[in-house]
């Protein structure tokens, strides 16, 4: 087969990799994907009433790195979006009678669920100071119950935080590493956006448009339906491979333990609303911190960049623990066994005598937002350029 490199997935990892590489060398790329789609879970499509779905859940763009910015707004076209959160709270004594209240925990939080008096900084401090006066977990924090009690108190941690993470991860927060509920921001002040990044953009076309125009170059091919390790005897020629599949996938053969991810499953309802501007719910997001419903959040996707349709999708999204791999589960023992796939993929590259870069959140066992997977393959691509091995192995 007359490839250079071959890229085992159409995600960002992947799709930039191989935009670099076309860009910039005389190559001739190979992308392949067992799904039938590019995109990875970034991919979309407009479904029959017109509103734009993510297959795999919202994906909202923010960053507060330039050089992504200045790299991924060449593809598609893009349009600023401030992504906003409400959750839905139940009062503790049983009652119906909920209230919408913002996340990231912010002033309008303490005023619509604790304290109407909390009006600034000052205010704030002095509210959550008291809130978490009794608390005296010893930093590091052990879990993520501990960074959360410590920073909200047990009130907002109850309320917000310890069913939901008990349903996403099926695991309680004591039984989590800090840094998943150590992810969620407070806000001493009134900005209830979920993200605070200079940067957020939501692409008009799409993220499978943005895909479309990465990979749309004559060096380019994109095979899809194509899983490497059914098809990897075809690529054996090719002396260079990225691979942004899950790693103990890759190393399936070696019998070690598999590492544990969460899954999603998505159950979707659409409603005729008539006016091709109303909407169902409050916000795009409605997260569902209580155990009264058995899933985490529910998306309309009709709000993004307020698109017009004379229906609405709604989308519930549970959590499971079989099907694609989303969300890496970080514990102890991931951690540890994740270390020794990386020892394995350090000496791959020897083993198979041919280049094999590991990239992206599954082969890096990582949690990464779109604009990390973005900046860690220019990030590869720089080190590559300095180390001249674009010459030397490509
Ligand atoms: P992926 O997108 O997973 O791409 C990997 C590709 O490799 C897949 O298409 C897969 O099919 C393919 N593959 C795997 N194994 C094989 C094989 N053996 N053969 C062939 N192909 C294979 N980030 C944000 O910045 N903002 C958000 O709002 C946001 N929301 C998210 C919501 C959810 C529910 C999830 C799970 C993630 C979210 N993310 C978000 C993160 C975002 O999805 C990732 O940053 C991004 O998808 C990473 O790209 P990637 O290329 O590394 O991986
Ligand atoms: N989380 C929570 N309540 C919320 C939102 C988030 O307990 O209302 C916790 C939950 O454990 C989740 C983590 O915070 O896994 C990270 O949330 P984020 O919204 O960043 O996760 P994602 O969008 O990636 O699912």
């Known amino acids: 087969m007359n490839v250079d490199t071959l890229i085992v997935g159409a995600g960002f990892s992947g799709a930039v990799i191989a935009r670099l590489l076309a860009e910039n060398t005389k190559q001739k ?123 909200f108190g047990h009130r907002i941690y109850n309320d917000f935080f310890h069913s939901y993470t008990l ?8 039984e989590l590493d800090a840094s998943v509920l150590e992810r969620i921001p407070l806000r001493y002040n009134k900005d209830d956006r979920y993200f605070t990044d200079p940067i957020q953009m939501l692409p008009s ?33 090719v002396n260079f491979t990225v691979f942004t599949g899950p790693i103990d996938g890759y190393f399936a053969s070696r019998g070690l333990d598999r590492l544990e991810y969460r899954s ?24 569902e911190p209580s155990m009264r419903v058995p899933y985490t959040r529910t998306v309309e996707f009709k709000q993004f960049l307020n698109q017009r349709s004379t229906h609405t999708t709604l989308v519930r999204e549970y959590s499971a623990s079989n099907g694609d791999p989303y969300y890496p589960v970080p514990n102890e023992r991931n951690t540890k066994l994740y270390a020794t796939y990386q020892q394995l993929a350090e000496r791959e590259t020897e083993a198979e005598r041919r280049t094999v870069l590991f990239l992206g959140r599954l082969a890096n066992y990582k949690y990464l937002n779109m604009d990390q997977a973005i900046g860690n393959a220019l990030d590869h691509w720089q080190k590559w350029t300095k180390d001249d091995m674009i010459k030397t192995h490509v």
């Open 264 to 287: 999603l499953r998505f159950e979707e309802d659409t409603f005729e609303m008539g006016d091709k501007d109303t909407v169902m719910q409050p916000a795009s997001v409605v997260n």
């Open 29 to 151: 790329i190979m992308v392949i994907d067992s799904r039938d789609h590019i995109g990875g879970n970034c991919y979309d499509y407009v479904n029959q009433y017109g509103i734009r779905i993510s297959k795999y859940g919202a994906h909202l763009f923010h960053t507060t790195r330039q050089d992504v910015w200045n790299f991924i707004s060449a593809f598609g076209s893009w349009e600023p979006w401030e992504h906003k959160v409400l959750a839905k709270i139940y009062p503790r004594d049983g009652s119906d009678d909920f209230a919408y209240a913002p996340v990231p925990i912010c002033i309008q939080t303490i005023q619509k669920l604790y304290d109407s008096s909390v009006q600034n900084e000052e205010d704030m401090r002095r509210w959550l100071a008291e809130e978490t006066r009794s608390i005296k977990f010893q930093t590091p924090y052990k879990n993520s119950m501990e960074s959360a009690v410590a920073r």
């Open 167 to 174: 349903k996403q991860w099926e695991k309680s927060p004591e």
């Open 205 to 237: 076309c799409g993220y499978t448009g943005v895909f479309k125009d990465l990979l749309n170059h004559p060096q380019i091919e994109v095979r899809l339906n194509t899983d490497y390790f059914q098809e990897r005897h075809c690529f054996n020629g």
